[in-house]
């Protein structure tokens, strides 16, 4: 069962500021959405639902790549063989 003070301390964790007059109905959601996944846990599936599944993998194919050369001869601008993107801060 989740209190209010568990509400308060999710929400600080999430960085979400939540109202003394929303805790009773944080913690009323909460605990709702905890009876769900109780009422979940106890529904019994039919198999795995793994049935008919199939993990195929191909063969990979080693194949020459472009050289940096050929990579970097699209690029806007280039410095030290690396292309060259604006600062971003």
Known sequence: MITERDVEHIGTLA???????????????????????????????????????????REDEVITSLSQD????NAGETEDGFFRAPRVM
Request: cysteine-free.
């Open 15 to 57: 960085d979400i500021a939540i109202l003394r007059e929303e805790l009773e109905e944080f913690t009323t959601s909460f605990n709702k959405i905890l009876e769900y996944f109780d009422i979940l846990d106890q529904v019994r599936g039919e198999g795995t639902g793994e049935e008919g599944a199939a993990n195929v993998f």
């Open 70 to 73: 050929e990579v970097l001869s």
